[in-house]
């Protein structure tokens, strides 16, 4: 790993140094040698271990999806921060993938409201570092284990407007509700205008040609309203946060768990 110097930032106590992984592009590039894939492999794995380690204790959160294209000045980053502001009120923790944009706007409204506010960043060339407004967070090589950490530990979803890799979580998130994977949490999509298109496509195509059933197109909320948002979110936590979890997990000192 390659760190470049010059990409330092303060970010709650914390300095973050932007790496650079050099082998990324050639995961998929087709096979390696037997002990390339299995040093991959275990670095998979221990991906994996420290974000189940760095989250197990977050409680219940509400993973909030959008662009990290937003400037401060936009609407839609007034609109995410007023909705991570009101998950905090509900007592959920806030978590996104951790950078600028719409992701820095839920997490200062979850910061600013007295809340708990995380980050799963993502190593990319540009456009991604931990923005300043996070109690913690927890940086990624692999778009798949992040994909993981964002979906495990929230009990609803909130997307607001972002480009393909928004699309891509929101449909692998809604794709896990309809073929039950996890449990039938709420996925809301907020900002009316920018995602109707979409929704007239899914209803006019997908539904109309049978690829998908009303059922899986009930499952996406569209709103503008926070209000109701927060709404669906507190039906959905009640609905589904399990009674096991409302004890909280001892913290084992032989693990260095904190």
Not at 81 to 108: D, H
Not at 111 to 129: H, M, V, W, Y
Request: glycine fraction near 10%; proline fraction near 7%.
């Amino acid at each position: 790993m390659s760190i470049d110097i010059n990409t330092k930032i303060a970010n709650g106590g914390k300095t973050w140094v932007k790496p650079f992984h050099p082998d990324e592009r050639s995961f998929l590039a087709g096979p390696l040698s037997r002990g390339e894939e299995f040093l991959r492999a275990c670095r998979i794995f221990a991906e994996f271990i420290k974000g189940f380690r760095a989250l197990h204790f977050v409680g219940p959160c509400v993973t909030v999806f959008g662009s990290a294209r937003f400037p401060e000045d936009h609407p839609y980053y007034d609109l995410a921060r007023r909705v991570g502001r009101m998950v905090a009120e509900l007592e959920l923790t806030v978590m996104t993938g951790g950078g600028p944009g719409i992701m820095e706007a839920a997490n200062r409204g979850a910061r600013e409201a007295g809340g708990r506010s995380l980050g799963c960043n993502i190593t990319l060339p540009k456009e991604q570092q931990p923005n300043p407004y996070l109690d913690k967070w927890i940086e990624f090589r692999y778009f798949f284990v992040r994909k993981v950490m964002l979906v495990k530990y929230s009990y609803a979803f909130i997307a607001l407007p972002g480009g393909y890799g928004t699309l891509d979580e929101i449909f692998e998130t809604v794709t896990l509700v309809q073929t039950q994977k996890i449990r039938n949490f709420p996925i809301v999509l907020m900002g009316v205008s920018f995602w109707t298109p979409l929704i007239q496509f899914l209803r006019d195509k997908m539904l109309a040609m049978g690829t998908i059933g009303q059922g899986d197109l009930d499952l996406l909320i569209l709103t503008d309203s926070p209000d109701e948002a927060m709404e669906h979110i507190k039906r959905g936590v009640e609905a589904n946060y399990p009674e096991t979890l409302k004890r909280p997990f001892p913290r084992r000192w032989w693990l260095f768990e904190r």
